[in-house]
T-cell receptor
């Protein structure tokens, strides 16, 4: 595998479910990001991790809980989501945090019923 | 705060023709980066081209080139010899050295290639 991978690619969940999104980067980068892409809206940065430490949280509701066990893996734990949370969730990485050039994964399409 | 505007929600072009996608941005910084990303139906966000603001020369990558007008805060993408595989959403993005140091994206332009 090369680049940035994400699993699952599609996820349907009820509002009471708990699920997790996984991201893995194979680029040797030190920073990883979660973005949310909603229909007809620009990409929104959710979280930034640098060497497993969270360095930014853009006022994201607590029903989204990120986890970065090491510099290659990033998770987004989901619980009690709302239908408006349905979106494409994109993971990205860069060599260093807040670096201008980021490489994106294919995203997870999430539908909350 | 910086903003990025893509005024063309949709564009179409005949295969083998040339198309230009528009992007304008607002910033008070003098040094920054600008990007064009491509998102095909597979949803993978792919970096197409990158421009550093302090470089006057327009960036090029094969069939992709930009027209960077710093004073006008304009950053258009030209795709030459359009191919069916170029069909995608194209996002313009800004990154500045000051402030939040994060990518700011436009709303995207959907490009259709007509065979």
């Amino acid at each position: 595998e090369t680049g940035v991978t994400q699993t699952p690619r599609h996820l349907v969940m009820g509002m009471t479910n708990k699920k997790s999104l996984k991201c893995e980067q194979h680029l040797g980068h030190n920073a990883m990001y979660w973005y949310k892409q909603s229909a007809k809206k620009p990409l929104e940065l959710m979280f930034v991790y640098s060497l497993e430490e969270r360095v930014e949280n853009n006022s994201v509701p607590s029903r989204f809980s990120p986890e970065c066990p090491n510099s290659s893996h990033l998770f987004l734990h989901l619980h009690t989501l709302q239908p408006e949370d349905s979106a494409l969730y994109l993971c990205a990485s860069s060599q260093d945090p807040f670096q201008e050039t980021q490489y994106f994964g294919p995203g997870t399409r999430l539908l909350v019923l | 705060a910086q903003t990025v505007t893509q005024s063309q929600p949709e564009m179409s072009v005949q295969e083998a023709e040339t198309v230009t996608l528009s992007c304008t941005y607002d910033t008070s910084e003098s040094d920054y980066y600008l990007f064009w990303y491509k998102q095909p139906p597979s949803r993978q966000m792919i970096l197409v081209i990158r421009q550093e603001a302090y470089k006057q020369q327009n960036a090029t990558e094969n069939r992709f080139s930009v027209n960077f007008q710093k004073a006008a805060k304009s950053f258009s993408l030209k795709i030459s010899d359009s191919q069916l595989g170029d069909a995608a959403m194209y996002f313009c993005a800004y990154w500045g050295f000051q402030g939040a140091q994060k990518l700011v994206f436009g709303q995207g332009t959907r490009l259709t290639i007509n065979p």
